[in-house]
C-alpha cells in the first residue's frame, strides 16, 4: 500500500517543462516501482500457480504489470522512430491502473465502488430523464431561436439551427457558462437592433428578431 502511494506520490510531481535531471530521476523511480510489482507479481504467480488467476485482482496485477513493462519498453523505440505521440500518451495511462490497486486494501472504497454499482440502473435512469429534458428544450429552442441574430454567444458553431448545436448550446447553460450571452440576441426585438426583412438562407422564414419574453422565460427555466 505505501508503495502504490508513493507511485501515485512521482505520477502527480510530473510536470511538462521538467528539467533533464528530474526527468531521468524520475523515470528511473517508474522503473524501480515497475521491478517491485513485478516481482510481487511473480512471487504470487510461482506460488498459487494455476490458482493465480482464479482471483480478479491477481489478474488485473498481472495485467497492469504487463502493460507497464510494455509502456517503459515502448517508450525508447516510439521516440526513436519518431511514432506518434498520441501512442505513447496511450501507453502511459496504463500507470494510471495502479493507483486502482488501492482499492484492494481499501475496504471503504470498496463498499463505495459495490453502492455506486448497485445504483447504476437508477442512475442510467436518471441520465434517460435528463436527456428527454434536453431533447425537448433543444426543440424547443430550435423553433423559437434557430434565426435570431448572430451576435454576442450565438455564431456559426453555437446557435440553435440544428438539434446538435441546440443540444451543445444547452450543455453549456447547464453548466451556467455564458448563458447571457446567448439571452443577448434573443432581446432584439425591433430595428436597429436587429433587422425583420432579413432572409436566412436555406429557408423561407424572414428576420432576425428575437422574442424577450420567450427568451427569458426559456432561460429561467
Not at 512471487?43 to 500457480?49: C, G, I, S
Not at 454499482?117 to 428544450?137: K, R, T
Request: aromatic fraction near 14%; charged fraction near 15%; proline fraction near 4%.
Amino acid at each position: 500500500m505505501i508503495l502504490i502511494c508513493l507511485n501515485m506520490v512521482t505520477m502527480m510531481v510530473e510536470t511538462d517543462d521538467q528539467s533533464p535531471e528530474k526527468e531521468d530521476f524520475l523515470f528511473k523511480l517508474n522503473v524501480a516501482f515497475i521491478v517491485v510489482f513485478t516481482g510481487e507479481c511473480v512471487l504470487k504467480l510461482f506460488a498459487l500457480r494455476q490458482y493465480f488467476f482464479t482471483n480478479g485482482w491477481n489478474i488485473f496485477d498481472f495485467i497492469v504489470v504487463i502493460l507497464s513493462i510494455a509502456g517503459t519498453m515502448l517508450s525508447d523505440l516510439i521516440e526513436k522512430y519518431f511514432v506518434s505521440p498520441t501512442l505513447f500518451r496511450v501507453i502511459r495511462l496504463a500507470r494510471i491502473g495502479r493507483i486502482l490497486r488501492v482499492i484492494k486494501g481499501a475496504k471503504g472504497i470498496r463498499t463505495l465502488l459495490f453502492a455506486l454499482m448497485m445504483s447504476l440502473p437508477a442512475l442510467f435512469n436518471i441520465g434517460l430523464l435528463l436527456f428527454l429534458i434536453m431533447f425537448i428544450f433543444s426543440i424547443f429552442a430550435m423553433s423559437n431561436f434557430a434565426y435570431v441574430k448572430k451576435e454576442a454567444g450565438i455564431d456559426d458553431i453555437f446557435n440553435f439551427e440544428t438539434f446538435g448545436g441546440s443540444i451543445i448550446c444547452l450543455f453549456q447553460i447547464t453548466t451556467s457558462a455564458g448563458w447571457d450571452g446567448f439571452l443577448l440576441p434573443m432581446l432584439n426585438r425591433e430595428p436597429p437592433d436587429c433587422d425583420p426583412t432579413f432572409e436566412n438562407p436555406g429557408t423561407d422564414v424572414k428576420g432576425n428578431c428575437g422574442s424577450p419574453v420567450i427568451g427569458m422565460v426559456f432561460f429561467c427555466s
